[in-house]
């Protein structure tokens, strides 16, 4: 699984038109899941999601997580991370994981997220969505179960 997460004052989805999900401080989360993704890589990036210390405490050091500082997360279906671009000018999406897998496996890390304390938020699966957000910081942080 695939990562992107990113520090934010504000962040929505919005689809035809309609906003379908927003948060107020927190997290976006975009998140691509390939075809050897286990419910093990979904536990691991669940557990960085809620607990990566990426907030300033007191002393404005990085040292807060995101349910310590009352925030929310919005998680966000993205296959594109998933895709290869090391070869050509398009990339591929082979290792892509089938939308009929992806979209029960993007529900249950959502539902590991949230298991952990954090209010969550998602996007459309499949759908094209426009995401909003203001970047806090900005904070950027990239994560690859694979790498684990």
């Given at each position: 699984?695939?990562?992107?997460i990113q520090r934010v004052a504000s962040a929505s989805v919005t689809v035809d038109?309609?906003?379908?999900?927003?948060?107020?401080?927190?997290l976006l989360v975009l998140a691509g899941l390939t075809d050897t993704?286990?419910?093990a890589d979904l536990e691991w990036c669940a557990g960085k999601v809620a607990e990566l210390r990426i907030f300033e405490d007191e002393q404005g050091k990085m040292n807060r997580s995101v349910a310590e500082v009352g925030g929310a997360?919005?998680?966000v279906p993205n296959f594109t991370l998933a895709g290869d671009a090391r070869k050509g000018r398009r990339p591929s999406f082979d290792r892509?994981?089938?939308?009929?897998l992806a979209a029960p496996a993007f529900d249950r890390f959502a539902a590991m997220v949230a298991a952990r304390g954090v209010p969550v938020q998602t996007g459309v699966f499949r759908a094209h969505m426009n995401v909003s957000l203001v970047n806090d910081g900005p904070v950027t942080i990239l994560l690859d179960s694979a790498s684990r």
């Open positions: 699984m695939k990562l992107v038109g309609a906003v379908r999900a927003s948060i107020d401080r927190g993704d286990a419910d997360v919005l998680l892509a994981m089938k939308p009929e």
